[in-house]
């Protein structure tokens, strides 16, 4: 039993000192060596738990799947109107990746495999069919024009904030990120919601969740 | 002259070989032989005109700056309102991702540098800085709403389009780019332009510009 959770705490820091380098360095950048290093582990206890750097890649995606899934749980269970959900759905991705480093490692991984043949779609479809979910029920509920088709809508948002946060990342090292997120409804609301609705645009724009969404790589 | 002829020539097979190279397998994947069997080339005429893969980098992204700006003169040439010619900017950064591999290259050793601190912000700003003198005509124009702010718009432009077509080369490999970025204008007139302008807005979603931009690398 002890040995089980030594086990899991090792491999817990394997993945943080993986997330660290990939995101610091990139897929082909981070060597083996050097997440070694950043973890405090031996070569051994690196492949007792992952075949090799892509297995390391692949499970670091699949731990921001995990967590991107728990937000979108926890945004779910908020009470708030569709379109407020989806509003915060985009400040929870911002502030993920400004605080977490396995999601930071994942989007840089994401992003480098996304140019070429090999890329992996996975974390934009969560998001997309997240926020599609979200859209339809605020079409019902008013708060979007009736003429717009969730899935075309959904792509969009979720596309726009990849770039959002690309410039933002580029520009200042994300730290203009929620304030251009808020920019971002700010230009889209007037034109998605119904006139007869703009009263409520200024609290839908201001909608934000503080959820804690865990965060630890393994119980 | 025969002998600079030649020289040139060299040169901008070099640049294509490396640009296929890197679209393909990215800064750190891309190796020197592999340019140099792209290319066609031997080690010794690959050094006689750069200095190492980094430079040859450089000199792609600097190539795909010199593409950005002649497509901005030939649009700001255009017989057009300023809001068509933001229209037709965002459809140009599109047709040139799709149609040439030295672009493509700059992008994708772009976003790869971009996740980390060595991230040239040069591509983003060049495209910030065209649509932000365009905004602030559309805005004098009256087919912006006053209260919009030209920097702030044309950085939420650039990263909007940045992030859809990372979704779509993701999602579709970039097939469906041009009618993401008509969706994308789509979602965003209704709210940016004046109501009284709203007559126009099919006519501006629909701004082309077919202007031929040189693509060769050197003359």
Same mark, same amino acid.
């Given at each position: 039993?002890?040995?089980? %959770?030594?086990?899991?705490?090792?491999?817990?820091?394997?993945?943080?000192?993986? @997330? +660290? &380098?990939?995101?610091?360095?990139?897929?082909? $950048?981070?060597?083996?060596? #050097?997440?070694?290093? @950043?973890?405090? &582990?031996?070569?051994?206890?690196? /492949?007792?738990?992952?075949?090799?750097?892509?297995?390391?890649?692949?499970?670091?995606?699949? #731990?921001?799947?995990?967590?991107?899934?728990?937000?979108? %749980?926890?945004?779910?269970?908020?009470?708030?109107?569709?379109?407020?959900?989806?509003? &915060?759905?985009?400040? +929870?991705? @911002?502030?993920?990746?400004? =605080?977490?480093?396995?999601?930071?490692?994942?989007?840089?991984? *994401?992003?480098?495999?996304?140019?070429?043949?090999? $890329?992996?779609? $996975?974390? /934009?479809?969560?998001?997309?069919?997240?926020? %599609?979910?979200?859209?339809?029920?605020?079409?019902?509920?008013?708060?979007?024009?009736?003429?717009?088709? !969730? !899935?075309?809508?959904?792509?969009?948002?979720?596309?726009?904030?990849?770039?959002? %946060? *690309?410039?933002?990342?580029?520009?200042?090292?994300?730290?203009?990120?929620? =304030?251009?997120?808020?920019?971002?409804? $700010?230009?889209?609301?007037?034109?998605?919601? !119904? *006139?007869?609705?703009?009263?409520?645009?200024?609290?839908?724009?201001?909608?934000?969740?503080?959820?804690?969404?865990?965060?630890? @790589?393994?119980?």
């Amino acid at each position: 039993m002890v040995q089980q %959770q030594r086990a899991a705490v090792t491999r817990a820091q394997i993945v943080r000192g993986a @997330a +660290e &380098m990939f995101d610091r360095s990139g897929f082909e $950048g981070a060597s083996l060596v #050097e997440i070694l290093e @950043a973890a405090g &582990m031996t070569k051994g206890a690196l /492949y007792f738990h992952f075949r090799s750097k892509k297995d390391l890649a692949r499970h670091i995606i699949a #731990e921001q799947h995990r967590i991107s899934i728990s937000a979108v %749980q926890a945004i779910a269970a908020q009470e708030a109107s569709a379109i407020e959900q989806i509003v &915060m759905l985009c400040h +929870e991705m @911002a502030r993920q990746i400004v =605080q977490d480093p396995i999601v930071r490692a994942g989007i840089r991984i *994401t992003l480098e495999l996304s140019a070429d043949d090999r $890329g992996p779609a $996975g974390p /934009y479809l969560d998001w997309i069919a997240a926020c %599609q979910g979200l859209a339809a029920r605020a079409v019902a509920e008013g708060d979007l024009v009736e003429t717009i088709d !969730p !899935p075309t809508f959904a792509r969009f948002v979720i596309g726009a904030f990849t770039g959002v %946060q *690309t410039v933002s990342q580029v520009l200042t090292h994300r730290v203009d990120l929620e =304030q251009r997120v808020d920019e971002m409804w $700010g230009f889209l609301l007037p034109g998605i919601m !119904p *006139t007869t609705r703009h009263s409520g645009m200024m609290r839908i724009r201001a909608a934000r969740t503080d959820v804690p969404v865990t965060r630890t @790589a393994r119980p």
